[in-house]
């Protein structure tokens, strides 16, 4: 039961374009959503968050957008460089319980 | 340098050995979690701890065991029962249960030959 999608398995784009990593959920309690960047043979590590109470959520070159009616979020990062090489993965999680991951996007910023 | 650590990083193990794996953090977490990753697959839980002495089956424990008897120390052992043990092992943390950022270590790939 795949709650947290990320339908995307990889992405390609040009260093200094924008990225678009996209994320879909079925379960309409998860009220505090993350992105996580991996790096090969390294664990996640945590790059931005957003609560259901916001739609959008900035950091640096990094933006989470939210669309709660389409169960839909977006990581935007402009512009994309060589180092945001990696795999991005979605989690969701509802209040005081575990949390779901997608199965990750990996993205491939070219020079 | 707080964080966690996980070893080894990459583990080889014959067919039908338990194999234990090491979690630490000095973090000073009360909560800890077990994660499976498989190729094109988001991470899945096998157990998590709430507490010292405490710990929880998640969505994929069965052929696992774990112990929590130290704060900083979450060990997950593979056992023969687990079908399909070869895969890249996360354990990571957070400062209670239902905290949403956890924080990860580097992971442990085991091979099963």
């Known amino acids: 039961d795949q709650q947290v999608k990320q339908n995307s398995p990889s992405l390609s784009v040009q260093e200094g374009r924008i990225s678009i990593l996209n994320c879909d959920y079925t379960?309409?309690?998860?009220?505090?959503f993350l992105w996580y960047k991996k790096y090969p043979a390294e664990g996640p590590t945590f790059l931005i968050s957003?609560?259901?109470?916001?739609d959008k959520n900035e950091d640096g070159r990094f933006t989470v957008f939210l669309n709660k009616s389409a169960k839909h979020l977006s990581l935007h990062i402009v512009p994309s460089q060589p180092g945001d090489s990696a795999v991005y993965f979605c989690?969701?999680?509802?209040?005081?319980?575990?949390?779901?991951f997608g199965a990750g996007t990996r993205l491939t910023v070219k020079p | 340098d707080g964080g966690i650590t996980q070893s080894p990083k990459y583990l080889f193990r014959k067919e039908g050995q338990n194999v234990t794996l090491s979690c630490e953090q000095n973090?000073?977490?009360?909560?800890m979690y077990w994660y499976r990753q498989d190729p094109g697959q988001g991470l899945r839980l096998i157990y998590y701890?709430?507490?010292?002495?405490?710990?929880q089956k998640g969505d994929i424990a069965e052929g696992y065991s774990v112990s929590r008897e130290k704060k900083e120390s979450f060990p997950l052992t593979v056992t023969s029962a687990q079908k399909n043990p070869t895969a890249f092992y996360l354990c990571?943390?957070?400062?209670?249960?239902?905290?949403?950022?956890?924080?990860f270590g580097p992971g442990t790939r085991l091979t099963v030959l």
């Open positions: 989690a969701a999680s509802a209040f005081d319980n575990d949390m779901r």
């Open positions: 990571a943390s957070s400062i209670g249960w239902g905290d949403n950022e956890q924080f």
């Open positions: 379960n309409s309690m998860f009220d505090y």
């Open positions: 973090l000073n977490h009360d909560a």
């Open positions: 957003i609560s259901s109470i916001k």
């Open positions: 701890s709430q507490i010292v002495n405490d710990f």
